[in-house]
C-alpha cells in the first residue's frame, strides 16, 4: 500500500530541514521535485495548491522552479480562494515580465478585477500593481480606473497604488487616471488617503502639468496635515504620540513638490512647516522621521530664510543626537545644502568636526566630506589640523580621499607658503603610501613654484627621508627634490629652520640606497637615478656619479638601463668634459607616467621580448596590445593597449572595458583620455593588469561616438602570445 | 561549450557588475525617486527567509543581489548606522532577535520613515502570530507573504492601519476552506543572550 498523497508543506519543511548536509539537502528536494512534477503531469487539481507551496518553499532555498510557473497560472485561475492566494503568490515570485508566460495570467486578473469578493479583487490589484508588465498594464488599466472610483476604501487604497505603477510602466496612461483624483482628498480613510497622495505624488513628478493642475490642493493638503497634528489621540493611527506619521510624512513629500519653484504654494505651506518643525516630538524616531521630512521640504521649496535657519538648526540638532542614524541623515542632509546655505551650516562646523570621530563609517565619510565642503580662508588652520588627525587616524579607505582633499583645500587656501609645505610634508610623511599617483607631479609643480622655500623643502624631505623610505610618493617627491635643490641642501642655505650639516657623499648615499632598496618601486627608482644624474651638474663628486650611472647601464632592470645609457649618452659626456655646465633640461621624464605609459614610451621595443598583437581591428578602430612584466610580482602582466583611429572623424567619449574568466584578476587603470583622434594622429593608452598564471583570455567591449551615433562592440582577445602568461 | 560560456558568462557579468572597471558600474536603475525596490528578510546565518522584489530582475541578478547584499549587512558591525549606501540605492536594515529585516530604497527617500515601515511590519507579524520568532516565518512563509502584501503594494504603504491590515488578514484566513493544521515547533531551551530561531523578534 502506497500512499500517494503529496505530504503537507510543513511536513516537508520540517523534513528538509533535519538535512545535515548541503547533498542531502539536494536529494530530499530533488524527491519532492520529482513527486511534484508527476503531480502535475497527473493534473491534480487537489493538491496543486500545496504542491506549488512547497515548491515556493524551495524556491527560496535556492533551487530551481520554473516548472511550476504554469501550476501558478492554473491556481490563479481555480474558484477556490486558497488556490488563488497561492497561485498568485506564486505568479509574483516565479514569474516576471520578462517571460511571456506572465501574459497568460491577463485574462484571469481581469476577471479577478471584476469579482464579487473584495478578497480576490485584493490579490488580483496586488499582483498587478507588484509585478504587472507594460502590456498587462496597457490592457487592464482600464479596470484599475474603475475601481479607483469605487467607494469601497478597501479596494480604493489598492487600486491607487495599482495605478500608480500603471503609469510607471506606461506613462502615457497617466492623463485617464486623472478625473478619479478629483475627490480622493476627501476620504476620510487613511489607506485611501495615503495611497492617494503617493499617486498624486507620482503624477506631478512626471508631468509639470499635472503639477501645476495639483497646485490647488496645497491648502487642502495643509488642512490635512493640520487635523492629524492637532487631533486628540486616535489609537488607530498612533505611533508613539504622532498620528499616522506615515501619511505626514507623504504629504510633506508631496507639499516639497508642489511648493518647489511657486512663491504661492510656498507661502500657503510656510506655517504648517513651520509648526511641524517645532512641535514634532523629538524623542523617538518617528518624530524625527517627519522632522526630517519636513527639513527637506522647506530647503527645497520657497521658503522664507527664518524657516530656513530653523531647518538648518534641527539638522545641527540632529547631529547631537545619541543615535546614529539621526546623525548620518543630518550629515547627509546637510551636505546637500551646504552650497546653498553655507553660512547656515557653518555654524554647526564644530559639530560635524566632532563626527570625524564617530565609529560608524558612513558617518565619518560624509563628516569627512562636509568638513572639506566647509573650509574655507577664515578656518583653514583650524580645520586642516582636524582633518589632518582624522588622516592620521582614519581607516585606510579614506585616506587616498582625505589626502587629495587636504592637497585641494590646502592650494585654495593655504595662509603662507610655509604653512603649505608643511601641509604637504604632513601628508606624504603620515598617509604617503596612500597618496594617489597623479599627487605627485602636482605636487612637483607646487613646490617649484614656491621659489623662496626650496631650501627648506628640500631639508624637510631629505630629513624624512632618513626616517623612512617606504612610502613611494614621499620617496618620489623627495628625489625630485633632492636632484633639483641639492645645492641648496649642502650649502645648509635654509631660513625656516636651523639648517643640517650634510655632504655630498651623504646625499648621494640615500639615493643610491632607494636605488638597491627592495621597498622601491621601478617608478621610484627612476627619479632617484634621475636625481643623482642631475646631481652631476650641481655636486662635485661626479666620478662617483658616473660610477652609479655605469652599474646601472647593464642593470636588470631594463628601464634604468635605458635611462642610464641614454644618461651615458654623448650630450651627457660633453656635458660633463666641458668648463660651462648647462643645466640638464627638466623635461626628462620625471612625471611617474601613470604606471606604464611614457615608461613604455621610453622603452620602445625594449620589452622584454614579449611581441606586441593587434588585439582588435575594426571599422576603422585598431587597438594593439604591448607588454610587459610587473616587477617585483612577475605573475601580473601589465599590457598597454594603444588605440588609433584610422577614420577621418575623431571617436569620441571612447570607454575600453575589459573582463576575464573568474579564475583571473584584471585591473584597469585610467585611460589617458577619451578621445582617439581621426587620421592616426594620435592615441589613446589605458593600462591593464592581470594577475594570471594560465592561458590569458580577454573580452572587450569598446564604446565610442563615432560622427554622432553611439557605436558600441564587443569582441574576444584570444591571439596573446604565449610569452604573455608564462 | 556550455562549460566554457557558464564560465565565462559569469566572469564577464562579474567583470562588469564588479565594478572594477573606471566609472561603469551596473545599475538595477531608478524607477522614480521614492519606491522601495526589495525587501529581504535573513537569518544572521544567511538564510533568506522571504524575499520581495518590487521591481523586474531575472532570478540570476536577484540571487546575486541576495548574496552581495546579505554579505555586506551581515559583516555590519553592532555600533553602525541602520543604513549604507549600497551600489546607487540606500539600504535601510534592522536586526529583530535572529532576523534581519532590509529594505532597498531610492536616493531621495526617506531612511528614517522606511525604518518605521519595517518596525510596522514586525509588529503585524507579532500581532498576527503571537509573540513571532523567526520559526513562525520559516514554516508560515506564505502568510508573512500575505501580510506583507495586505499592508504594502508595490513598496508603498497601503494601509497605516495596524487593525485594519489584520482585520483584512483574518477575513482573507476565514475564506480559506482548508486551514492548513499549524504546529509551533519550539527549539528547545532558550538561551536568553542569543537570538535564536524562536527568540520573539522583539525580544532585545
Known amino acids: 500500500w502506497v500512499c500517494h498523497t503529496p505530504i503537507r508543506l510543513r511536513e516537508l519543511i520540517r523534513t528538509i530541514r533535519t538535512a545535515r548536509t548541503q547533498a542531502e539537502e539536494r536529494e530530499m528536494i530533488q524527491k519532492e521535485c520529482a513527486a511534484i512534477r508527476s503531480s502535475f503531469r497527473e493534473e491534480d487539481n487537489t493538491y496543486r495548491c500545496r504542491n506549488v507551496a512547497k515548491l515556493l518553499y524551495m524556491h527560496m532555498l535556492g533551487y530551481p522552479a520554473h516548472f511550476g510557473q504554469l501550476e501558478c497560472l492554473k491556481l490563479i485561475a481555480s474558484q477556490k480562494f486558497t488556490d488563488k492566494r497561492i497561485g498568485y503568490l506564486g505568479a509574483m515570485l516565479l514569474l516576471d515580465e520578462r517571460q511571456d508566460v506572465h501574459l497568460l495570467m491577463t485574462n484571469c486578473i481581469k476577471n479577478d478585477l471584476n469579482h464579487s469578493t473584495q478578497y480576490v479583487q485584493g490579490l488580483a490589484l496586488c499582483t498587478l500593481g507588484c509585478m504587472g508588465s507594460s502590456e498587462m498594464c496597457r490592457d487592464l488599466a482600464g479596470e484599475v480606473e474603475k475601481l479607483l472610483k469605487t467607494s469601497n476604501s478597501y479596494l480604493r487604497k489598492k487600486a491607487a497604488l495599482c495605478a500608480v505603477h500603471v503609469i510607471r510602466k506606461v506613462p502615457e496612461l497617466m492623463e485617464m487616471f486623472l478625473p478619479a483624483t478629483k475627490n480622493l482628498l476627501s476620504e476620510k480613510n487613511h489607506g485611501v488617503l495615503h495611497t492617494s497622495v503617493v499617486l498624486l505624488t507620482e503624477m506631478c513628478e512626471r508631468s509639470p502639468d499635472m503639477l501645476a493642475h495639483f497646485r490647488k490642493l496645497v491648502p487642502q493638503l495643509v488642512r490635512i496635515l493640520k487635523n492629524l497634528i492637532m487631533s486628540g489621540y486616535s489609537p488607530e493611527h498612533d505611533v508613539s504620540g504622532i498620528s499616522d506619521p506615515f501619511l505626514q510624512v507623504r504629504i510633506l513629500r508631496l507639499l516639497r513638490i508642489l511648493g518647489k519653484g511657486d512663491d504661492d504654494s510656498s507661502e500657503a505651506m510656510n506655517d504648517i512647516l513651520a509648526q511641524v518643525a517645532t512641535n514634532t516630538e523629538t524623542s523617538k524616531n518617528v518624530g524625527n522621521a517627519i522632522l526630517y521630512e519636513t527639513v527637506l521640504t522647506i530647503m527645497d521649496i520657497k521658503s522664507e530664510s527664518g524657516l530656513r535657519v530653523l531647518a538648518i538648526n534641527i539638522l545641527g540638532r540632529f547631529l547631537l543626537n545619541n543615535d546614529k542614524n539621526i546623525r548620518y541623515v543630518a550629515l547627509t542632509s546637510l551636505l546637500k545644502t551646504v552650497q546653498t546655505d553655507h553660512n547656515a551650516v557653518q555654524r554647526h562646523r564644530s559639530t560635524i568636526v566632532d563626527c570625524l570621530k564617530d565609529l560608524d563609517v558612513s558617518i565619518k565619510r560624509r563628516a569627512m566630506e562636509l568638513s572639506f565642503a566647509l573650509v574655507n580662508g ?67 609643480q607646487l613646490i617649484t613654484n614656491s621659489v623662496e622655500m626650496h631650501a627648506y623643502t628640500v631639508q624637510r624631505l631629505y630629513k624624512a627621508l632618513l626616517d623612512d623610505i617606504s612610502q613611494q610618493p614621499l620617496v618620489q617627491v623627495a628625489s625630485w627634490c633632492i636632484g633639483e635643490y641639492g645645492d641648496l641642501l649642502i650649502s645648509g642655505q635654509c631660513e625656516e629652520e636651523e639648517p643640517i650639516q650634510v655632504t655630498e657623499d651623504e646625499v648621494l648615499d640615500v639615493l643610491e640606497g632607494l636605488l638597491v632598496s627592495n621597498l622601491s618601486s621601478p617608478v621610484t627608482r627612476g627619479y632617484s637615478l634621475t636625481a643623482i644624474m642631475k646631481l652631476s651638474t650641481r655636486f662635485s663628486s661626479v666620478n662617483r656619479i658616473k660610477k652609479v650611472v655605469s652599474i646601472y647601464g647593464s642593470s636588470i632592470d631594463v628601464e634604468l638601463q635605458q635611462r642610464a ?122 593600462v591593464i593588469r592581470v594577475l594570471n598564471q594560465q592561458k590569458l583570455r580577454m573580452r572587450i567591449k569598446l564604446t565610442y561616438i563615432h560622427k554622432g551615433s553611439a557605436v558600441q562592440d564587443l569582441a574576444e582577445v584570444n591571439n596573446f602570445p604565449p610569452q604573455s602568461w608564462q | 561549450m556550455d562549460g566554457w560560456m557558464d564560465g565565462w558568462m559569469d566572469g564577464w557579468m562579474d567583470g562588469w557588475m564588479g565594478g572594477w572597471v573606471d566609472g561603469l558600474l551596473l545599475t538595477i536603475g531608478i524607477t522614480s525617486s521614492f519606491q522601495m525596490q526589495f525587501m529581504l528578510l535573513f537569518s544572521r546565518q544567511g538564510k533568506l527567509r522571504l524575499q520581495k522584489w518590487y521591481v523586474p530582475l531575472s532570478d540570476k541578478e536577484k540571487k546575486k543581489i541576495t548574496r552581495e547584499l546579505v554579505q555586506t549587512v551581515l559583516a555590519r558591525k553592532p555600533k553602525m548606522c541602520s543604513f549604507l549606501e549600497w551600489r546607487d540605492l540606500k539600504i535601510v536594515y534592522k536586526r529583530y532577535a535572529s532576523l534581519y529585516f532590509c529594505c532597498a530604497i531610492e536616493d531621495q527617500d526617506n531612511e528614517l520613515i522606511t525604518l518605521e515601515i519595517i518596525h510596522r511590519y514586525v509588529e503585524l507579524l507579532d500581532k498576527y502570530f503571537g509573540s513571532v520568532c523567526e520559526l513562525d516565518i520559516i514554516f508560515n512563509f506564505e502568510k508573512a507573504y500575505f501580510i506583507l502584501d495586505e499592508f504594502l503594494l508595490g513598496g508603498e504603504a497601503q494601509e497605516t492601519s495596524k487593525k485594519n491590515v489584520l482585520k483584512a488578514i483574518e477575513q482573507a484566513d476565514l475564506l480559506q476552506e482548508n486551514i492548513d493544521y499549524q504546529t509551533r515547533l519550539f527549539a528547545g531551551v532558550m538561551v536568553p543572550s542569543m537570538a535564536s530561531e524562536s527568540s520573539g523578534l522583539f525580544q532585545s
Open chain 1, 378 to 444: 577664515n578656518n583653514i588652520r583650524g580645520m586642516m589640523k582636524e582633518l589632518l588627525y582624522f588622516l592620521d587616524s582614519c581607516d585606510p579607505e579614506f585616506k587616498a580621499d582625505c589626502a587629495s582633499g587636504v592637497f585641494l583645500a590646502a592650494e585654495k587656501y593655504a595662509p603662507s607658503k610655509r604653512w603649505h609645505i608643511d601641509t604637504i610634508m604632513r601628508v606624504l610623511t603620515t598617509a604617503g603610501s596612500y597618496v594617489r599617483d597623479d599627487s605627485v607631479p602636482n605636487l612637483i
Open chain 1, 565 to 686: 645609457v641614454e644618461y651615458n649618452g654623448n650630450d651627457l659626456l660633453d656635458l660633463l668634459g666641458g668648463n660651462d655646465v648647462p643645466v640638464i633640461p627638466t623635461t626628462m621624464p620625471t612625471k611617474p607616467a601613470s604606471a606604464g605609459g611614457e615608461l613604455l614610451d621610453l622603452l620602445g621595443d625594449l620589452s622584454l621580448g614579449i611581441p606586441p598583437m593587434t588585439a582588435y581591428n575594426k571599422n576603422g578602430l585598431k587597438i594593439d596590445f604591448t607588454f610587459e612584466r610587473a616587477n617585483p610580482n612577475p605573475n601580473v602582466a601589465v599590457i598597454t593597449i594603444h588605440a588609433s583611429n584610422s577614420t577621418e572623424a575623431d571617436m569620441t567619449d571612447f570607454v575600453f572595458q575589459a573582463a576575464v574568466p573568474k579564475t583571473f584578476q584584471l585591473q584597469l587603470l585610467s585611460p589617458s583620455s577619451n578621445v582617439v583622434p581621426a587620421l592616426n594622429q594620435g592615441t589613446v593608452t589605458q
